[in-house]
């Protein structure tokens, strides 16, 4: 229960995250994403699961964003590679 506490706390900052990434123009739409997030935000949890940190929120956060950085910028890439095989 602690695990989807934490997940459902973190929910306004991944949905900030992926407006953030709206801005930037990586994605048409942030409720794409939203999925991917909580994903990825739950992934985050359950490695650092048993460790002490003193700024976790924030350390969450921040890798958060990393994470969905990294999995935007595969996604892109996969699209562009499907793309090219569509014009052949």
């Not at 306004?12 to 123009?25: E, F």
């Not at 700024?55 to 999995?71: F, N, T």
């Amino acid at each position: 229960m602690i695990h989807r506490a934490l997940l459902q706390t973190l929910i306004p900052a991944s949905l900030a995250s992926c407006v953030i990434a709206l801005w930037r123009r990586h994605i048409r739409d942030p409720s794409e994403t939203l999925g991917p997030a909580m994903a990825l935000a739950s992934e985050l949890l359950v490695d650092w699961a048993g460790q002490s940190r003193q700024y976790c929120a924030p350390d969450i956060l921040s890798a958060l964003r990393g994470r969905l950085r990294r999995w935007l910028l595969k996604e892109k890439a996969a699209m562009r590679t499907l793309a090219q095989f569509d014009h052949r």
